[in-house]
């Protein structure tokens, strides 16, 4: 199978490329703004020369039977500094992938969507007939990353003949975690790491972190599932709650931490108090998660501070 992965210097990516690099039957071509920076990336990997690696405007020059498409930003603050070009760079590439789909009709296509598309309100978790909430007449900037997905979701069903699948994700993590990054799970281990006590607000929320195993076998599921246009939540056995997830850190790695009135985390898409998805649509094309959020980040905690010590 000839797979493009379209956006490869994400995270995402880069440990989706890790886990296909066991599977020979899988021929991968990896296109990127940076192609250099992925050819580094994987001869530190010990891989060199594995992939071919090119610029975008090389991708149509190329037959595949499969397009993944992670171009996009999956960091808070990057969300925040991107502004309103999230619009122009999802829609570009986009329709850069359906355009090729338009001379390639049987190529799949697995475009990674995010939560957010449902909006900025998780009073509740995501269900199977949950909407999508946009404030039409008060759309604020922490809204556009969303609509952005949203509306890519929406071109696609406008095809319903062309094999399009929307992966929304949710919460992810893995060892290759930039710790910079603003996330609850990353100023946590910053606070291990640095030894300091972590400030963090008293909201409850609940979180489904998908370890990269399960995301290779929800992508390997719909490639081995019959062709379809259709959209998959994300998730991992079970999620965790943050009383749950400081209290599992504590015991594990020493985290300090303590309550404080005002979170200093970086809003960039909204408050989502419930944050996950118990649609479970993945199902259908044959996916089940092997691990729970705890127990993913648990594992590749002790892989991220064992390389800090």
Same mark, same amino acid.
């Given at each position: ?12 990516? !880069?440990? %989706?490329? @890790? =886990?296909?690099?066991? *599977? ?7 296109? #990127? &703004? $940076? ?72 190529? !799949?296509? %697995?475009? @990674? =969507?995010?939560?957010? *598309? ?7 978790? #995501? &269900? $199977? ?181």
């Amino acid at each position: 199978m000839r797979i493009a992965i379209l956006g490869a210097t994400s995270q995402i990516a !880069r440990d %989706l490329i @890790l =886990s296909f690099s066991v *599977a020979a039957e899988k021929q991968l071509h990896l296109f #990127a &703004r $940076r192609p250099d920076e992925v050819t580094k990336r994987l001869a530190s990997a010990g891989m060199p020369e594995r992939y071919p690696v090119n610029d975008f405007p090389e991708f149509s020059k190329y037959e595949f039977d499969a397009v993944i498409n992670f171009v996009g930003v999956g960091n808070p603050a990057q969300a925040v500094a991107m502004g309103n070009s999230i619009f122009e760079v999802t829609l570009r590439f986009d329709e850069m992938v359906l355009e090729y789909l338009k001379s390639h009709p049987t190529c !799949r296509y %697995l475009f @990674l =969507s995010s939560g957010a *598309a449902y909006g900025s309100v998780f009073s509740e978790p #995501a &269900r $199977r007939d949950t909407p999508a909430v946009v404030d039409i007449n008060n759309l604020a900037p922490h809204e556009w990353y969303g609509v952005a997905k949203l509306h890519a979701e929406c071109r696609h069903r406008a095809h319903p003949e062309l094999s399009i699948v929307d992966m929304r994700v949710f919460n992810y993590f893995s060892r290759t975690q930039d710790l910079s990054a603003r996330f609850l799970i990353t100023d946590i281990l910053r606070a291990i790491r640095d030894k300091a006590v972590l400030q963090t607000s008293s909201d409850y929320i609940v979180r489904d972190y998908l370890h990269p195993s399960d995301f290779y076998r929800l992508v390997s599921a719909l490639f081995a599932a019959p062709a379809a246009n259709a959209v998959v939540d994300c998730y991992s056995k079970a999620p965790i709650d943050k009383p749950g997830l400081l209290k599992a850190m504590q015991a594990n790695f020493d985290l300090q931490y303590e309550t404080v009135s005002v979170s200093a985390g970086v809003n960039a898409t909204g408050t989502k108090a419930n944050y996950y998805s118990l649609n479970t649509r993945a199902a259908d094309f044959g996916y089940q998660p092997g691990l729970t959020s705890i127990e993913g980040i648990l594992h590749e905690s002790q892989k991220i501070l064992s390389r800090r010590q």
